[in-house]
């Protein structure tokens, strides 16, 4: 149910007039529909194409809100500013800079898609009165599969084997690259929060042994819930580990949480996966690693920047699994995650408790 509904706003607080009412030509189906139209707020989005192909997406926002792209908002800022209470931001746009928020003197609110809010400046939002939002919880599912694919690709091999299977000039059978066995290893997870933990319930089911490594340790019901054992010690979870999943928030200090030093605690035949952000891998530090065998593959969700230079190093190694931010890339995830941005939008909007509020 959204907002709206649990705040028990009228559709009709609006004074229609008499004669409009009584007007046989107008059903009261008519009427009504014209009234929430007149009464939805206005949002402004990034472009009318963010959503790709997802049409039924974007008619959730426009179910709700009265949506201005970006283009059009630039096109007549004098018409539009004024109207505008939310902002809807998807992949990280529209930037929410001073000059966009200079000219949005309604603007209430800033919705973001995605649990990630490490391009917004929470601290500088929330001064100037806006309320932000993100979208939790919502992702974990799609980001945790897409985890253990990386996982099992890079060490099955599965691109490579691919490559193989469509190349015309094969036409007999050749000895296939070995991969490495997934079931029976070791995985240590860095950022045991509900991603993590989706992840290391998936592990499970694979009979890995979990090790994990989290600002606060979770419940002993937790921990058991999945097998996990924690590791107070991010170095241990290193130097034992067959495979190292990055599922950490990227904030000040988990940027560059793993360069040189960390890698070199790395067994020469572990594989580093990340599905956080870019910015948590001193990328760098790992190009040196992988050329040098320092560790034996990465299967990487996140970059920086987004997508890499066409001639970057990682780009030509064999070693390496690369996705383009796919992780919530299903269309069941990104409607709840639409779902979740209108209805905190809506709320506050409408000046009910918000669901999803992120503060500095």
């Known amino acids: 149910m959204l907002i709206r509904r649990l705040c028990e706003r009228s559709l009709w607080r609006v004074a229609v007039p008499t004669k409009k009412l009584l007007n046989p030509m107008r059903t009261s189906a008519t009427l009504q529909k014209q009234m929430m139209d007149e009464d939805k707020p206005w949002a402004l989005f990034s472009t009318a194409g963010d959503l790709g192909h997802f049409e039924e997406l974007r008619d959730i926002m426009k179910k709700h809100f009265h949506i201005v792209s970006h283009e059009e908002f630039l096109r ?210 790992l190009v040196e690693a992988l050329q040098s065998g320092r560790i034996l593959a990465a299967a990487l969700d996140v970059t920086y920047p987004e997508p890499l230079p066409r001639d970057h190093p990682l780009l030509g190694l064999p070693n390496v699994i690369i996705t383009p931010h796919v992780g919530t890339n299903t269309y069941s995830t990104l409607k709840k995650m639409v779902d979740k941005m209108v209805n905190n939008a809506l709320a506050a909007v409408e000046g009910c408790p918000v669901p999803n509020e992120v503060k500095s």
């Open 76 to 285: 007549d800022p004098q018409m539009y500013g004024p109207k505008i209470q939310g902002v809807f931001i998807w992949d990280a746009l529209p930037a929410t800079k001073p000059a966009l928020l200079d000219m949005l003197p309604a603007l209430k609110v800033v919705a973001n898609g995605g649990a990630g809010v490490n391009h917004l400046d929470i601290a500088y939002l929330n001064k100037r009165g806006l309320t932000v939002t993100n979208t939790p919880g919502v992702v974990s599912d799609a980001t945790a599969d897409i985890a253990m694919a990386l996982m099992l690709a890079s060490a099955r091999r599965i691109v490579e084997g691919h490559k193989i299977a469509v190349d015309p000039k094969i036409t007999h059978k050749i000895q296939y690259p070995m991969g490495v066995e997934v079931t029976g290893s070791t995985l240590g997870i860095i950022g045991m929060g509900q991603i993590g933990q989706e992840i290391a319930k998936r592990s499970k089911g694979f009979n890995m042994e979990i090790l994990y490594h989290n600002r606060r340790r979770k419940s002993v019901e937790d921990e058991q819930e999945v097998g996990a054992t924690f590791c107070e010690n991010m170095d241990d979870l290193l130097r034992r580990s067959d495979f190292v999943m990055l599922a950490v928030s990227l904030t000040k200090e988990t940027t560059g949480l793993i360069s040189h030093r960390e890698l070199s605690l790395m067994k020469p035949t572990a594989t580093l996966v990340n599905i956080s952000r870019g910015h948590v891998v001193d990328q760098d530090a």
